[in-house]
């Protein structure tokens, strides 16, 4: 799991000291003081894809960062400054033609990976148009804190409310249901990396590229989060829906669409890939994927149109049966 925490610096006319602790509502975080007549499940609303807000009052001062999302462990305190090139420092002031606000932001990078590339990206922009992030693109090493400005002109001196998350500035990853299926062997004798291999030849067959790995767990290569070593965010081949935004969104279950597609873009509706998750303490995993058996093996299997738990926790069928894998691609390094 990514978690970036942000401190927030946003400088203003005038300074307001913010409360503390910050206002906790369920899954919702005010710190400071939100200007009067904003609506907070106005600012919300643009927050349902993550992320957080900050809204501000040029005339007196009051700043409130928002946050929906608990579990990103953002951090934030405010301010709010005028931008160096503007021409009003008083917004209100008749005579000043233009209002422009800078709000500085602290991102402190707290897990991850050293040198990942990322960018600031608007969700949503209330009087504070054409909002400019300096730098665009931004690298961090784990621990540190990175420090962006950004600049808004302010056509009005009625509040104004600036929504952002931080993402990848690199190309999605791709993920696909394998058009072909195996017994819970993987036509092989072997373990988890086995379904890797399929993966690849089945990337590599439809001429897709990358580096592939199989979303299936066993008893010799432990859960499949534990051997990514790339954090989303994935998209499904077809039509380039989000499926995942990061490795969290897979362990979690809170996909953002079901993966569906198979190598060459068409829907497999309705069809069952290996996991070897099951609710079972034990077992699922066809002996570590390494007999069909003669016996009742069973593996455990998810479905391939749906986005909720059952996407890789459905049921168990027995070993011989043939079944889609569920693949996804790594960042090559």
């Known amino acids: 799991m990514r978690t970036v925490a942000a401190v927030l610096f946003l400088s203003a006319c005038a300074e307001e000291e913010l409360d503390s602790p910050a206002e906790r509502e369920p899954d919702v975080i005010v710190d400071g003081t939100l200007p009067d007549g904003v609506d907070l499940d106005d600012v919300l609303a643009t927050l349902v894809g993550g992320g957080f807000a900050v809204v501000a009052d040029p005339a007196t001062g009051e700043v409130a960062t928002v946050t ?3 579990e990103l462990a953002r951090i934030a305190s405010a301010e709010f400054s005028v931008a160096a090139s503007a021409t009003c420092p008083d917004c209100g002031d008749p005579t000043c033609a233009i209002a422009q606000r800078t709000i500085r932001i602290g991102l402190h990078h707290d897990s991850g990976s050293d040198t990942e590339l990322f960018q600031a990206v608007t969700i949503d922009a209330s009087n504070f148009a054409s909002p400019s992030t300096n730098p665009l693109l931004f690298s961090t090493v784990v621990g540190d804190t990175v420090t962006l400005d950004t600049v ?3 056509p009005t001196c009625a509040p104004f409310a600036w929504t952002f998350d931080v993402a990848s500035a690199l190309p999605p990853l791709r993920t696909f249901v394998t058009s072909t299926t195996v017994a819970g062997d993987f036509g092989a004798v072997g373990n988890a990396s086995d379904a890797d291999t399929v993966c690849r ?3 590599q067959a439809a001429s897709l590229g990358g580096a592939w790995r199989a979303w299936v767990r066993d008893d010799i290569d432990g859960l499949p ?3 990514f070593s790339s954090d989303g965010p994935w998209v ?15 362990v979690n279950d809170t996909l953002q669409a079901p993966i569906l597609y198979d190598e060459s873009g068409t829907a497999v509706v309705g069809g069952h890939a290996w996991t070897g998750f099951t609710s079972m303490a034990f077992g699922g995993t066809c002996s570590n994927w390494t007999s069909v058996g003669t016996g009742f093996l069973l593996g455990g299997y998810g479905l391939t149109d749906r986005a909720d738990g059952a996407w890789d926790q459905s049921n168990l069928d027995i ?5 889609h894998l569920l693949c996804f691609e790594e960042r090559l390094n």
């Open 201 to 203: 030849q089945t990337a």
């Open 225 to 227: 989060q534990d051997r």
């Open 236 to 250: 499904r081949i077809g039509d380039g829906a989000t499926v995942a935004r990061n490795l969290d969104d897979l």
């Open 152 to 154: 808004g002109t302010l």
């Open 68 to 70: 929906a999302d608990e």
């Open 319 to 323: 070993c011989t049966s043939q079944l």
